[in-house]
């Protein structure tokens, strides 16, 4: 059984940060794109950043120069640095993996950028 488990998230004041944390099953990781998205009460879920099994990263334009994806084979894990928090950053954000035809999804944990 594939799992995404995520963890990191919490309340965190304007201009803070955070990194998020999603372990995969080993099975699947090397072979897996990798992404985090996000959805905010009433909007729909969007992709915040992914890095392909080969390393090269995409990121949303509203988080370019603040956020950085990056993956660790060693732990199966893949990581989300998110830095200058900003209140509009404030979602349940996703972990997916994606092999070959398959998409599977973590659970999501809350990030809440509030003073």
């Known amino acids: 059984q594939v799992q995404l488990v995520e963890s990191g998230g919490g309340l965190v004041q304007p201009g803070g940060s955070l990194r998020l944390s999603c372990a995969a099953s080993?099975?699947?990781?090397?072979?897996?794109?990798m992404g985090w998205y996000r959805q905010a009460p009433g909007k729909e879920r969007e992709l915040v950043a992914q890095v392909t099994s080969g390393g090269s990263t995409n990121y949303a334009d509203s988080v370019k120069g603040r956020f950085t994806i990056s993956r660790d084979s060693a732990v199966n894990t893949v990581y989300l640095q998110m830095n200058s928090l900003k209140p509009e950053d404030t979602a349940v954000y996703y972990c997916k993996a994606t092999y070959f035809i398959y998409q599977y999804w973590g659970q999501g944990t809350q990030v809440t950028v509030s003073s």
């Open positions: 080993r099975t699947i990781f090397s072979k897996s794109a």
